[in-house]
């Protein structure tokens, strides 16, 4: 069996010996009073080159409170375009990928019945040469339906899915897209294999299967059979297309690598990862890394691979790129958004504006006047965090609606930190808003439990030893899969290089007289120069698995029942607390009973509606 602790210990020592040359190439950019430092990093470009989108989750329209990530998808179609232009006029190859999850998280994407029907046609004007699907396409039957009749048809022969199915109408599994494909590139000439993997995701609905990567790999005798069909002197370069995170807390690509490794020892092999919402970039060996590129149409990202030169340092690049403008027209080497503007990316801006306007996306429910409510900008007990508006003011407004049910004075409401996917920024609150900060519909139930019981839920979901991967925000996924480790010593850390006085006035003088905004920082194994942008770095706070709106009353004796009431999709969850309690449910009780579908979202927009914020 492969011991992935010799393994990871064998890459850290690589490692090791890259940062030692990165941390001093970085020192000397940085300290040098003399060095040059524009507002934005170019990108690296060489033999074969990717953009790599992931998790946009129907940000289409850009994100119109936050210029730093304000470009639509019609910009970044004509982004694309030019970028094509570039590559074909060096003889270089360009390659487009996408990595999953197109539903849930705007309200362009989920305000229509079933979502995604106007999303999707907007999605698919860009020409993609490698996609896969997400967990998003499986959680609801209408979604995969759309994603096999829809996308696949549209993407046929580039949408690939190795160990997720489709079950047809008459009780058929089939796959969702190809299971590979082999091809030669365009400029370059380069012969490659490539698969589609989606995590060991269990949550899919009863029309869809998905197989384990290692299940897959063990037992379906097509994948290494495909292997042996292109032996090393056939491929050029191996590139796998997940949705899966890159991270090492996560072993999946880990043991495919390892595999995959038997059959090309030397091989070039490129990865590309999502789900958990993150910028990262991990170097798996000498001739293969690993890119992941952020969330909600904040990132495009980048990275190249010179396929002749001996020397690492030279060999990859990598480059995440803010969604605006700017960063489109600085990397297309074109300075007027007139002539950078292409015809389809006109038209696909229009079409998202039309769209908008249809689905009455811009019209105000309410005002947020006051402030900004953060995820986990500020701490969670800060009055501008957003899970306190939501246990302080918010859930307490929920009512039952069914009157078939008996109710107790007191209660307790608990929610999932991962049913909030955005902050809630200042200005006009619309329906947009709603699905941005809170696109899902799952139904409310109850349990009656005594008091000293009902208490106890919420700590234990947070206590250090519960792992709910699904529970929290995406990008704090690693943090709740490691709250005993010594994470941060498993990955290497880079120095925080701050800018110099020198580099700042370069800055601030620079053509665009541009400003260090808050944005990300990315650190990765290439170091911490990866962002296009540099950006003043944000503090993310941590947030616990679950939070609770408590409306008890003093003194209390701990066996009065009380109701305790939450998301049917933590029911599981739930239910696993009252076993580590030895707490055991009254035979006519051991069901949660309905007590409203009135969603998250619906009681922000009533609450903003009738009081604002």
């Known amino acids: 069996m492969f011991d992935t602790s010799v393994y990871r210990n064998l890459v850290l020592a690589f490692l090791a010996l890259v940062a030692i040359s990165q941390v001093y190439k970085l020192y000397h950019v940085y300290s040098n009073n003399n060095s040059q430092i524009s507002a934005l990093r170019d990108l690296t470009w060489s033999d074969i080159n990717f953009i790599h989108t992931t998790d946009t989750h129907g940000w289409y329209s850009g994100h119109l409170n936050q210029k730093i990530y304000s470009a639509d998808w019609g910009e970044f179609i004509s982004f694309t375009s030019r970028l094509k232009e570039i590559a074909n006029e060096n003889n270089q190859d360009l390659l487009l990928i996408d990595s999953g999850d197109r539903h849930d998280g705007n309200g362009l994407s ?3 019945v079933p979502n995604g029907v106007k999303s999707l046609p907007i999605f698919m004007k860009e020409d993609y040469d490698l996609l896969t699907i997400g967990n998003h396409e499986l959680y609801l039957w209408e979604n995969s339906r759309q994603e096999y009749e829809v996308l696949i048809e549209h993407f046929k022969g580039n949408y690939l899915s190795s160990n997720v199915q489709f079950k047809l109408d008459n009780g058929t599994f089939v796959s969702f897209g190809d299971k590979f494909k082999y091809f030669t590139t365009p400029n370059q000439k380069l012969n490659v294999l490539s698969f589609g993997f989606l995590f060991d995701f269990d949550r899919f609905n009863d029309h869809s299967k998905v197989t384990s990567i290692k299940e897959v790999i063990d037992n379906e005798p097509w994948f290494k059979e495909i292997l042996k069909s292109y032996p090393p002197d056939k491929v050029d370069l191996l590139l796998l297309v997940t949705h899966v995170p890159i991270s090492r807390s996560w072993p999946e690509l880990y043991y495919l690598h390892t595999v995959l490794r038997e059959f090309y020892p030397t091989t070039k092999i490129q990865y590309f990862g999502g789900h958990s919402h993150i910028r990262d970039f991990i170097v798996l060996d000498p001739n293969a890394t690993a890119l992941q590129s952020g969330r909600y149409c904040e990132t495009i990202g980048w990275t190249s691979i010179n396929l002749t030169t001996e020397k690492f340092d030279d060999r990859y690049s990598r480059t995440y790129i803010d969604f ?3 960063s489109f027209q600085h990397h297309s080497k074109i300075t007027t958004k007139s002539l950078f503007d292409t015809e389809r990316g006109i038209e696909v801006s229009n079409l998202i504006k039309t769209t908008r306007k ?3 996306l811009n019209d105000p429910i309410g005002y947020v006047k006051s402030s900004n409510y953060y995820i986990d900008y500020v701490p969670i007990t800060d009055s501008k965090n957003i899970f306190h508006l939501l246990t302080k003011k918010i859930l307490p407004t929920l009512v039952t609606e069914n009157e078939n049910i008996t109710t107790h004075d007191e209660r ?20 947009d808003s709603q699905y941005i900060v ?12 005594p008091k000293g019981i009902a208490i106890q839920i919420a700590p234990i979901l947070n206590d250090q030893g519960y792992i709910a991967k699904h529970l929290t925000p995406p990008h704090h996924m690693d943090d709740a ?4 480790s010594l994470k941060r010593q498993t990955r290497f850390r880079y120095p925080v290089l701050d800018l110099t006085e020198a580099d700042k006035q370069t800055i601030k003088n620079s053509k665009k007289k541009a400003k260090l905004t808050k944005g990300y920082v990315t650190f990765d194994d290439l170091g911490h120069d990866g962002d296009d942008t540099p950006h003043k770095a944000v503090v993310n706070f941590p947030i616990p698995n679950v939070v609770d709106s408590q409306e008890l009353k003093k003194g209390t004796p701990n066996d009065e029942l009380v109701d305790l009431v939450f998301y049917d999709f933590i029911q599981k969850d739930i239910f696993w607390a009252l076993q580590q309690l030895n707490y055991t449910l009254e035979e006519d009780s051991n069901e949660p009973e309905f007590y409203s579908k009135k ?7 009533e609450y903003i509606k009738d009081k604002g914020l």
Do not use: C, H, M, Q
């Open 412 to 431: 307790i409401i608990i929610i999932n930190t991962g049913s909030i996917r955005y902050d809630l920024y200042k200005g006009a609150y619309t329906i």
């Open 481 to 484: 899969e490691n709250k005993n």
């Open 358 to 360: 249809e689905l009455k």
């Open 599 to 605: 969603y998250l979202g619906t009681l922000l927009n």
């Open 438 to 449: 809170s696109p899902f519909e799952n139904l409310w139930v109850k349990l009656t439990l």
């Open 110 to 112: 989920d305000v229509t």
């Open 324 to 326: 605006n403008i700017d």
